[in-house]
C-alpha cells in the first residue's frame, strides 16, 4: 500500500512539473522575424519597413572633376561616453517630455548596400566614386550611379560648387529587435586612404570637433499586433538621422502635428523632411547622410615677351608636370571664357598649325592642345602647352597637396618667373634671391615646382629680348634731314629763276 501511495504521489509531482513547463511554454516572447509592409499603414501613414537609405554627398567646385575616392561606414552601439543613463541597456533614461532611448543591438547583423551594387564588387558598407568628368558622369563600372546637382546641397548654399550624391542603404531584417522601444546606432564615416588616394578630402565642415563624421540613428521599433500563431511580433515603423552625436531622448509628445510650410526642416541636402509625429530630440539637427568636400585648386601660367628684339607672335613651348593626384583623375583645361563666372578661364590657341610663323622652332607639325587630363595609374600627368605673348592657360581642379613642375623651354631670350598665390602674400621672381622652399633656386629661372599645393596659383613667365644699335656707325638724322630741306629749296630757287628769265 506505502508502495503504491509513493507511485501516485511521484505522478502528481510529475504532473505538476508538466504544467508548469506548459505554463512556461505558454509564455508569450516577441518574434525576431520583424513584420514587413512595403504599404503605408493607413493608420500612421508609416510604412513597416526595416531598411533606410544614407547619402552621401560630395561637394566639389565647378572647375573640378569627380575624384576616385571610397568612403567607409560603421555602426556601433553608443558606449558610456554617449549616454547619460545609469542603465545598462539604455542611452538614456525617460523623462516627463521625453522618451527612453534603448542602446542599440546587433550592429554587425545590419546589412548594407550600395545603391545599384554589383554583386560582390563592391564593399558592404562603403561607397566609392569613380574618377570622371562632371558633364558625362554617368554609371561607373561598379554600376553604381551618381547623382549630379547644380550648386552646393546643403545647409550652406554656394552656386560656385557643386553636389555628386550617392547612397548606402541599412538592413535591419535581421539584428533581432526584442522588444517595442527606439534603439540608437553611432554610424561613423572613414575616408579610405591608400597611398594613391587624393588629399582634399574634408570630412563634413558643418559640423566642428569629434562628431563631423558621426551621425546619430534612432530606429522606431513598434509592437505590430500578433502572427496567425498568435504569437507578439514587432516591426520598424520609422528612421530619424542626426547630425553629430545625439543624447538626449525625443520628446513624447504625441499630439498631432500636421506638416506646414512652418514646421518642415530643411535638410543638408537642400529637400526638406515634413515634420512626423514622432517629434524629434529637441534642437538636435536632422540629417540625410554624410557630407564631405573636396578641396581643390587652379593653377594659372602665362607668357609675356619684352624687348626690341622679342618677336610676339612666337609660340614657346612649356612642359606641365603633376602628381598625387590619384588615379583616373580629370582635370579641366580652359582656353577661353567659358561664361561662368565661378570658374577661372585662360586666354589662348587650342589649335595651332605646324610652323605658324618664322620665329617659332619648337611647332613642326599641327597642334591640338589637350581641353583635359587623365591621371595615369600612378595618379602621374606630364603634359606639353605652347602660349604667345599675352596668353595663359588655365588647369583647373588640381586637389589640395598635389604636386607640380612646370618648365619652359630653353629659348635665346632672357626667361623670368613671377609667382603668385597659394597662400604666398607677396610676388616672387625668380631673378630675386629667396627663402621660399616651394622655389628651385634662382639659377633655374625658367623652371618652378611645388611640392604641395595649397591654394590657388599663377605663374607668370616674361621672356626678354633686347638689342642695341652698335654706336660709330650711326647716321645722324637730324643733319640729313636739314641737308635734304636745304637742297629743295636751292631746287626750287633754280627753277623759278629758269622760269622768269
Given at each position: 500500500?506505502?508502495?503504491?501511495?509513493?507511485?501516485?504521489?511521484?505522478?502528481?509531482?510529475?504532473?505538476?512539473?508538466?504544467?508548469?513547463?506548459?505554463?512556461?511554454?505558454?509564455?508569450?516572447?516577441?518574434?525576431?522575424?520583424?513584420?514587413?509592409?512595403?504599404?503605408?499603414?493607413?493608420?500612421?501613414g508609416l510604412a513597416f519597413e526595416?531598411?533606410?537609405?544614407?547619402?552621401?554627398?560630395?561637394?566639389?567646385?565647378?572647375?573640378?572633376?569627380?575624384?576616385?575616392?571610397?568612403?567607409?561606414?560603421?555602426?556601433?552601439?553608443?558606449?558610456?561616453?554617449?549616454?547619460?543613463?545609469?542603465?545598462?541597456?539604455?542611452?538614456?533614461?525617460?523623462?516627463?517630455?521625453?522618451?527612453?532611448?534603448?542602446?542599440?543591438?546587433?550592429?554587425?547583423?545590419?546589412?548594407?548596400?550600395?545603391?545599384?551594387?554589383?554583386?560582390?564588387?563592391?564593399?558592404?558598407?562603403?561607397?566609392?566614386?569613380?574618377?570622371?568628368?562632371?558633364?558625362?558622369?554617368?554609371?561607373?563600372?561598379?554600376?553604381?550611379?551618381?547623382?549630379?546637382?547644380?550648386?552646393?546641397?546643403?545647409?550652406?548654399?554656394?552656386?560656385?560648387?557643386?553636389?555628386?550624391?550617392?547612397?548606402?542603404?541599412?538592413?535591419?531584417?535581421?539584428?533581432?529587435?526584442?522588444?517595442?522601444?527606439?534603439?540608437?546606432?553611432?554610424?561613423?564615416?572613414?575616408?579610405?586612404?591608400?597611398?594613391?588616394?587624393?588629399?582634399?578630402?574634408?570630412?563634413?565642415?558643418?559640423?566642428?570637433?569629434?562628431?563631423?563624421?558621426?551621425?546619430?540613428?534612432?530606429?522606431?521599433?513598434?509592437?505590430?499586433?500578433?502572427?496567425?500563431?498568435?504569437?507578439?511580433?514587432?516591426?520598424?515603423?520609422?528612421?530619424?538621422?542626426?547630425?553629430?552625436?545625439?543624447?538626449?531622448?525625443?520628446?513624447?509628445?504625441?499630439?498631432?502635428?500636421?506638416?506646414?510650410?512652418?514646421?518642415?526642416?530643411?535638410?543638408?541636402?537642400?529637400?526638406?523632411?515634413?515634420?512626423?509625429?514622432?517629434?524629434?530630440?529637441?534642437?538636435?539637427a536632422k540629417s540625410v547622410g554624410?557630407?564631405?568636400?573636396?578641396?581643390?585648386?587652379?593653377?594659372?601660367?602665362?607668357?609675356?615677351?619684352?624687348?626690341?628684339?622679342?618677336?610676339?607672335?612666337?609660340?614657346?613651348?612649356?612642359?606641365?608636370?603633376?602628381?598625387?593626384?590619384?588615379?583616373?583623375?580629370?582635370?579641366?583645361?580652359?582656353?577661353?571664357?567659358?561664361?561662368?563666372?565661378?570658374?577661372?578661364?585662360?586666354?589662348?590657341?587650342?589649335?595651332?598649325?605646324?610652323?605658324?610663323?618664322?620665329?617659332?622652332?619648337?611647332?613642326?607639325?599641327?597642334?591640338?592642345?589637350?581641353?583635359?587630363?587623365?591621371?595615369?595609374?600612378?595618379?602621374?600627368?606630364?603634359?606639353?602647352?605652347?602660349?604667345?605673348?599675352?596668353?595663359?592657360?588655365?588647369?583647373?581642379?588640381?586637389?589640395?597637396?598635389?604636386?607640380?613642375?612646370?618648365?619652359?623651354?630653353?629659348?635665346?631670350?632672357?626667361?623670368?618667373?613671377?609667382?603668385?598665390?597659394?597662400?604666398?602674400?607677396?610676388?616672387?621672381?625668380?631673378?630675386?634671391?629667396?627663402?621660399?622652399?616651394?622655389?628651385?633656386d634662382d639659377s633655374k629661372v625658367?623652371?618652378?615646382?611645388?611640392?604641395?599645393?595649397?591654394?590657388?596659383?599663377?605663374?607668370?613667365?616674361?621672356?626678354?629680348?633686347?638689342?642695341?644699335?652698335?654706336?660709330?656707325?650711326?647716321?645722324?638724322?637730324?643733319?640729313?634731314?636739314?641737308?635734304?630741306?636745304?637742297?629743295?629749296?636751292?631746287?626750287?630757287?633754280?627753277?623759278?629763276?629758269?622760269?622768269?628769265?
Amino acid at each position: 500500500m506505502k508502495k503504491r501511495k509513493k507511485f501516485l504521489a511521484l505522478l502528481m509531482v510529475a504532473a505538476m512539473v508538466v504544467m508548469m513547463l506548459s505554463v512556461a511554454s505558454a509564455e508569450k516572447k516577441y518574434s525576431d522575424v520583424l513584420v514587413v509592409d512595403d504599404d503605408n499603414d493607413e493608420t500612421n501613414g508609416l510604412a513597416f519597413e526595416p531598411v533606410t537609405v544614407i547619402k552621401k554627398n560630395l561637394i566639389i567646385e565647378n572647375g573640378a572633376n569627380i575624384p576616385n575616392v571610397a568612403f567607409g561606414f560603421t555602426a556601433f552601439v553608443p558606449d558610456k561616453k554617449y549616454c547619460s543613463s545609469e542603465n545598462e541597456r539604455l542611452v538614456c533614461d525617460a523623462t516627463a517630455d521625453t522618451l527612453a532611448v534603448i542602446k542599440g543591438i546587433n550592429p554587425d547583423a545590419i546589412v548594407w548596400k550600395n545603391e545599384n551594387q554589383s554583386t560582390g564588387s563592391v564593399m558592404i558598407g562603403a561607397i566609392e566614386y569613380a574618377a570622371q568628368s562632371k558633364d558625362t558622369a554617368a554609371p561607373d563600372e561598379n554600376g553604381d550611379y551618381v547623382t549630379i546637382t547644380e550648386n552646393r546641397a546643403g545647409s550652406k548654399e554656394s552656386d560656385t560648387q557643386y553636389t555628386a550624391t550617392k547612397s548606402v542603404s541599412l538592413d535591419f531584417s535581421k539584428v533581432g529587435f526584442d522588444e517595442p522601444g527606439i534603439y540608437r546606432y553611432i554610424i561613423t564615416e572613414t575616408y579610405i586612404k591608400t597611398d594613391d588616394s587624393v588629399d582634399g578630402i574634408i570630412c563634413d565642415p558643418n559640423v566642428t570637433g569629434d562628431d563631423n563624421c558621426k551621425r546619430t540613428l534612432d530606429v522606431y521599433v513598434i509592437d505590430a499586433g500578433v502572427d496567425a500563431e498568435e504569437n507578439p511580433v514587432l516591426a520598424v515603423q520609422g528612421f530619424v538621422l542626426y547630425q553629430g552625436i545625439v543624447t538626449d531622448g525625443p520628446s513624447n509628445d504625441t499630439t498631432v502635428t500636421a506638416p506646414t510650410v512652418d514646421n518642415d526642416t530643411k535638410l543638408e541636402d537642400g529637400t526638406t523632411a515634413k515634420s512626423t509625429n514622432g517629434k524629434e530630440v529637441k534642437d538636435a539637427a536632422k540629417s540625410v547622410g554624410f557630407e564631405n568636400e573636396y578641396n581643390t585648386h587652379d593653377f594659372t601660367f602665362s607668357k609675356k615677351v619684352e624687348g626690341n628684339q622679342g618677336s610676339r607672335d612666337k609660340y614657346f613651348e612649356f612642359t606641365l608636370e603633376i602628381g598625387k593626384l590619384g588615379p583616373g583623375t580629370v582635370l579641366e583645361v580652359s582656353y577661353a571664357d567659358d561664361q561662368d563666372d565661378s570658374t577661372a578661364d585662360g586666354d589662348a590657341d587650342v589649335t595651332i598649325s605646324k610652323n605658324p610663323n618664322a620665329a617659332t622652332t619648337v611647332i613642326t607639325e599641327d597642334i591640338e592642345q589637350p581641353t583635359t587630363l587623365t591621371a595615369d595609374s600612378k595618379g602621374e600627368i606630364s603634359e606639353t602647352f605652347y602660349l604667345q605673348h599675352g596668353q595663359k592657360i588655365v588647369v583647373r581642379g588640381i586637389p589640395d597637396r598635389a604636386v607640380y613642375n612646370l618648365s619652359e623651354n630653353e629659348e635665346d631670350y632672357d626667361p623670368e618667373i613671377a609667382l603668385t598665390g597659394d597662400d604666398k602674400d607677396e610676388k616672387d621672381t625668380f631673378d630675386d634671391d629667396t627663402d621660399d622652399e616651394d622655389l628651385l633656386d634662382d639659377s633655374k629661372v625658367n623652371e618652378v615646382e611645388d611640392p604641395s599645393l595649397t591654394g590657388d596659383v599663377t605663374v607668370d613667365f616674361t621672356n626678354t629680348r633686347a638689342g642695341v644699335i652698335p654706336t660709330g656707325v650711326n647716321l645722324p638724322v637730324a643733319p640729313i634731314v636739314a641737308l635734304a630741306v636745304v637742297l629743295s629749296l636751292a631746287a626750287a630757287f633754280m627753277i623759278v629763276k629758269k622760269n622768269e628769265d
